[in-house]
């Protein structure tokens, strides 16, 4: 299968990376136990996650370094979360700091004049309500700014990360795949076997074009062009409106406005339409000057053009996320309105859920029936997820959006639903309602098998943790310190006997508790179960099961959830 050449984007920054070469011929060829397509977000993510997890793998990346490009700046609580667990939070907050202050995003006809605007919304988190769901917030950081932080903890963890390397061609086989690279640097060729390939290469997916993997959703919404500029006096036009994105209304001149440092660095998208003939050639540095002062509403406004670049809105979501020994993961999996920032979360959350079952298979602990969950838990949540994202976009207006008369005609679900709340119906877990809505309309965590894990203060030793701190590298058990059901027992029995990791937890106050909730928190409550109930939690911290009370059988009970969850014969 050859890979077509790709169009080279603005990746200038120099990665810190191996530059290991493999050798070539059959015998010799190296192998690793997965191949990652692609070193941008999802890409580094997907290293990342591997890496905590102790497996073994290669990354390859066409461009020189990480993105220059401010963009996708948006981190979702889910996505805090993982990174949480992972341990780079306080490095992401630290590369965020200068936008630190920025909340909400206004919509206007100009910064100046009587007219204020609208706030569509001031704090992402009014009231600080979120801190009874997560132990994390949302975080405003730029993909420039994101992908260093990655890039460097991945390879820390000893990820084998090349860059300017491009994949040429991928041939699958039912025990693997066997890959071409080449580095851009020296022209060299070689070779690479891989257990299991991640395509993660974006939204034009060669690897997902040449494996004939079609896609559902109605495709492009429109187009802008992102234009960075320079301005020394645009921040006193802004004052102390420290937004996240600022929608211009101007007719003859809307975009929206994004701070890059809030003094000097700008970034705008100005709305194209090559649906109309328009061209990118047509966006001339003078263009886009007018264009900008017009929409900020000063004539004269100092404009310096730094940059530009196009990039599409499409909602697309392809039709399968596997083949073979092939994943798709990101871009290459689904597209989305940019409006919510839920592409790029979306395709983290990819990143993390696949990366958990591949270290279970590679690992012998699970069966390779359990990588097919990744398309049955996946694709349904891209595809309520990128609806969402285009009805988001309606909502707001975005410059160069018209949307469908019937757009944004359903039920509005608030951003946390989508964000946090969405569910597996079917996959890697049991006793679901497969007829339930992807994403609830209202906020429930409480240890519904499916959904994300209830967090919860714990008291683990002398430490402080949150619950789902306990979720990475293996199963986890919670019962009750007081049951006598046996459910902590049996868990320990049952790791021996199927050589599978799993942790088994007692949580309470009395003897024996290895978890004791702070405060008065009701443990058993926020999990939906009684004292003499159990909740088995997955290392990406959803609920694969629930015994809401006690069994007479709970050894051979949670031996059958066990081989159903991980496909063990």
């Known amino acids: 299968m050859r890979i077509p050449g790709r169009t080279a984007g603005l990746?200038?920054?120099?990665?810190?990376?191996?530059?290991?070469?493999?050798?070539?011929?059959?015998?010799?060829?190296?192998?690793?136990?997965?191949?990652?397509?692609?070193?941008?977000?999802?890409?580094?993510?997907?290293?990342?996650?591997?890496g905590r997890l102790g497996v073994r793998h290669l990354l390859v990346e066409r461009h020189t370094g990480t993105s220059i490009h401010p963009r996708g700046r948006g981190n979702n609580i889910r996505t805090m979360e993982l990174f949480r667990v992972a341990g780079i939070e306080p490095a992401i907050h630290a590369a965020a700091a200068t936008l630190a202050d920025n909340h909400g995003i206004l919509q206007t006809p100009t910064l100046v004049g009587d007219d204020a605007g609208e706030w569509l919304f001031r704090e992402i988190d009014p009231g600080g309500g979120l801190?009874?769901?997560?132990?994390?917030?949302?975080?405003?950081?730029s993909q420039n700014d994101l992908e260093p932080v990655l890039l460097e903890q991945a390879a820390a963890l000893g990820g084998d990360l090349r860059f300017a390397t491009e994949l040429m061609?991928?041939?699958?086989?039912?025990?693997?795949?066997?890959?071409?690279?080449?580095?851009?640097?020296?022209?060299?060729?070689?070779?690479?076997?891989a257990d299991y390939l991640v395509a993660a290469d974006g939204p034009r997916?060669?690897?997902?074009?040449?494996?004939?993997?079609?896609?559902?959703?109605?495709?492009?919404?429109?187009?802008?062009?992102?234009?960075?500029?320079?301005?020394?006096?645009?921040?006193?036009?802004?004052?102390?409106?420290?937004?996240?994105?600022?929608?211009?209304?101007?007719?003859?001149?809307?975009?929206?406005?994004?701070p890059v440092d809030n003094h000097e660095h700008w970034v705008f998208h100005a709305p194209w339409h090559p649906e109309h003939g328009e061209t990118l050639e047509e966006f001339t540095d003078q263009r886009c000057i007018e264009h900008i002062r017009r929409a900020v509403g000063v004539p004269d406004l100092d404009v310096e053009i730094t940059g530009r670049a196009p990039w599409?809105?499409?909602?697309?979501?392809?039709?399968?996320?596997?083949?073979?020994?092939?994943?798709?993961?990101?871009?290459?999996?689904?597209?989305?309105?940019?409006?919510?920032?839920?592409?790029?979360?979306?395709?983290?959350?990819?990143?993390?859920?696949l990366?958990?079952?591949?270290?279970?298979?590679?690992?012998?602990?699970?069966?390779?029936?359990?990588?097919?969950?990744?398309?049955?838990?996946?694709?349904?949540?891209?595809?309520?997820?990128?609806?969402?994202?285009?009805?988001?976009?309606?909502?707001?207006?975005?410059?160069?959006?018209?949307?469908?008369?019937?757009?944004?005609?359903?039920?509005?679900?608030?951003?946390?639903?989508?964000?946090?709340?969405?569910r597996y119906r079917q996959g890697a877990v049991l006793g679901t309602d497969p007829a339930a809505a992807v994403v609830p309309e209202n906020l429930e965590l409480t240890g519904e098998p499916g959904s994300r894990a209830p967090h919860l203060w714990v008291r683990h030793g002398a430490e402080r943790v949150s619950t789902l701190d306990l979720y990475e590298r293996s199963l986890v058990l919670l019962s009750d310190a007081g049951d006598p059901s046996g459910w902590h027992r049996a868990a320990g029995r049952l790791a021996d006997e199927l050589s599978v990791p799993i942790r088994s937890y007692r949580v309470g106050s009395g003897p024996g508790a290895e978890l004791v909730p702070e405060g008065d928190a009701q443990w058993t409550e926020r999990h939906g179960i009684t004292a003499?109930?159990?909740?088995?939690?997955?290392?990406?911290?959803?609920?694969?099961?629930?015994?809401?009370?006690?069994?007479?059988?709970?050894?051979?009970?949670?031996?059958?959830?066990?081989?159903?969850?991980?496909?063990?014969?």
């Open 169 to 193: 061609s991928i041939e699958s086989d039912p025990t693997g795949v066997t890959a071409v690279v080449k580095s851009r640097e020296t022209g060299e060729h070689s070779t690479v076997r």
């Open 312 to 353: 599409h809105a499409a909602q697309r979501v392809a039709r399968s996320y596997r083949s073979g020994r092939v994943f798709l993961a990101g871009d290459s999996a689904h597209e989305m309105s940019p409006t919510g920032a839920f592409g790029s979360n979306t395709g983290i959350q990819d990143a993390h859920n």
């Open 355 to 422: 990366a958990w079952k591949l270290a279970a298979v590679l690992g012998g602990w699970a069966g390779e029936g359990l990588l097919d969950s990744y398309d049955a838990e996946r694709r349904p949540v891209a595809e309520a997820t990128s609806a969402r994202a285009a009805d988001r976009s309606a909502e707001h207006s975005h410059p160069g959006f018209t949307p469908p008369p019937d757009a944004g005609g359903g039920p509005r679900r608030g951003i946390l639903n989508v964000a946090l709340g969405y």
């Open 532 to 569: 003499g109930g159990a909740v088995l939690v997955r290392p990406d911290g959803f609920v694969a099961w629930r015994s809401p009370g006690p069994d007479q059988d709970a050894e051979q009970v949670l031996r059958q959830v066990l081989k159903t969850v991980l496909s063990l014969t």
């Open 11 to 50: 990746h200038a920054r120099e990665a810190r990376v191996t530059n290991q070469r493999a050798d070539q011929g059959g015998p010799h060829t190296p192998r690793v136990p997965v191949l990652i397509v692609g070193g941008s977000l999802v890409g580094l993510s997907t290293s990342l996650f591997l």
């Open 205 to 258: 997916s060669p690897v997902r074009e040449q494996l004939g993997i079609g896609h559902s959703g109605p495709g492009d919404l429109f187009h802008n062009v992102s234009i960075t500029f320079r301005s020394r006096h645009l921040a006193d036009v802004v004052g102390d409106r420290r937004f996240i994105v600022c929608y211009l209304t101007d007719p003859d001149a809307d975009g929206a406005l994004l």
């Open 131 to 141: 801190a009874r769901f997560s132990p994390g917030a949302w975080c405003l950081c």
